[in-house]
């Protein structure tokens, strides 16, 4: 899994390519839940992601809980049909464009 990010105005766009699961999900998780305190919006960029599992599922969770906290959003694009359906069923319908 590869992550980059980048700093764009008033938010922070995150851009994964490959799968998001245990085997990767620690340092992908200390990293996005660092972004929770840059009190900005987060757009995390789904175009090039394989796969996600229930872990990444919960990150998400427990980060879109910490954007909220500090009064910014979380969004979801360029998500793949079938990743979509997942997180739909994971309520986090409400974050994806």
């Known amino acids: 899994m ?3 990010i980048a700093e764009v105005y008033d938010e922070i766009i ?6 998001i699961d245990m085997l990767s ?10 972004l929770a305190d840059y ?4 757009k995390i960029n789904f175009e090039n992601l394989d796969y996600l599992d229930s872990t990444g599922i919960g990150i998400l969770l427990t980060l879109n809980r910490m954007v ?13 049909d079938k ?3 997942i ?4 309520s986090l319908n409400s974050i994806l464009e």
Not at 25 to 34: A, E, G, W
Not at 72 to 77: A, G, I, K, S, Y
């Open 2 to 4: 590869e992550l980059n």
């Open 14 to 19: 995150v851009s994964f390519s490959g799968e």
């Open 25 to 34: 999900i620690n340092n992908l998780k200390d990293s996005l839940f660092n």
């Open 39 to 42: 009190h900005k919006n987060i």
């Open 68 to 80: 909220l906290d500090h009064d910014n959003t979380l969004q979801l694009v360029n998500v793949p």
């Open 83 to 85: 990743i979509a359906t």
């Open 87 to 90: 997180l739909r069923l994971s």
